[in-house]
């Protein structure tokens, strides 16, 4: 069977930092592009950083730029989220998922999804 789990998730101050985790089991990650979302009660599911199969392709959005660091280990089957100067707009609880193909931070090009791990930034 085919899952995600993610880990990591916590209270954090702001400017305080975060690494989450994405492990896999059922399936090797290598052919899978692995993207990272966030959704905020009241708000849509928003993209926030994606990593091809290799590791040799990031894509951030604007509003994670600079602070947000995504990677993978493939012999580990698991792909991490670094966050770093975490802000309380970051607040929200963030999901892995994988898809073939190209990368993507559309939610609804994903095929497989975690169950989602809890990040509030908050004083």
């Known amino acids: 069977q085919l899952q995600l789990v993610e880990s990591g998730g916590g209270l954090v101050q702001p400017g305080g930092s975060l690494r989450l985790s994405c492990a896999a089991s059922g399936f090797t990650l290598d052919y899978y592009v692995i993207g990272w979302f966030r959704q905020a009660p009241g708000k849509e599911r928003e993209g926030v950083s994606c990593?091809?199969?290799?590791?040799?392709?990031?894509y951030y959005a604007d509003s994670v730029k600079g602070r947000f660091t995504i990677s993978r280990d493939n012999a580990r089957n698991t792909v991490y989220l670094q966050m770093n100067s975490l802000k309380p707009e970051d607040t929200g609880l963030y999901y892995c998922?994988?898809?073939?193909?190209?990368?993507?931070?559309?939610?609804?090009?994903?095929?497989?999804w975690g169950q989602g791990t809890q990040v509030t930034v908050s004083s």
């Open positions: 990593i091809s199969g290799s590791g040799g392709s990031t």
């Open positions: 998922a994988a898809k073939v193909g190209w990368r993507s931070l559309v939610a609804g090009t994903y095929e497989y």
